[in-house]
């Protein structure tokens, strides 16, 4: 079992959507979360960043971490097709070297 | 303005040939990391460096190397022993200590011809 589960899509919605973005994680030690987006050809950014349990709101973009669950989600609403890219959630935890360990990234399409 | 800057975009290898990408960074950023990026598959990390002049390798080192010579450059080189190197190469770095996000450069796309 990988370290971190994401499934890789793809996602269509149509514009205006709330969409739902998720990963499961198994390695309890984890306390930091974040979501990158990915555009085709480029490197990933960072969307949103949180730190143990609980809600960040960024504008459209929600991240949600449930540690109990070891589930994190990322919802944006009002979807636009600029949000159409590839998402990847990211996790590291306390102590050691603090790396940085991927999800494989959910391709998003959201058309008009 | 700062940020991770790889060179080049597009880069072409021919077969049993080494070729080296450039990853600068002016972060001030201890760490850094090289990513491979294969379709379906996610990043997986080649080798990383938290300080000068040290390494380690990550879950895909075979055929690939790399230098920590200066805080801010972070080179690889594919070797010849890397039988299937084409991919999107990443370079990444952190600050190297808690709650720090990563920052990516904008990847080399290596071609074998």
Redesign the interface.
Known sequence: QKEVE?D?GPLSVPEGAIVSLNCTYSNSAF??F?W?RQYS??????LM?T?SSGNKEDGRFTAQVDKSSKYISLFIRDSQPSDSATY?C?M?K?GG????T????TSLIVHP | DGG?T?SPKYLFRKEGQNVTLSCEQNLNHD?M?W?RQDP????R?IY?S?IVNDFQKGDIAEGYSVSREKKESFPLTVTSAQKNPTA?Y?CAS?S????????????T?LTVV
Do not use: H, V
Request: avoid cysteine.
């Open positions: 994401q890789p306390q930091y974040m990158y050809r480029k490197g990933p950014e960072l960043y730190y990847l990211a590291s306390t070297s603090y790396i940085p991927f999800g494989r990234g | 991770i790889q760490a990391y990513y379906g598959q996610g990043l990390l990383y938290q999107f990443l952190t190297g200590q808690a709650n720090t996000e990563a920052f990516f450069g904008q990847g796309r």
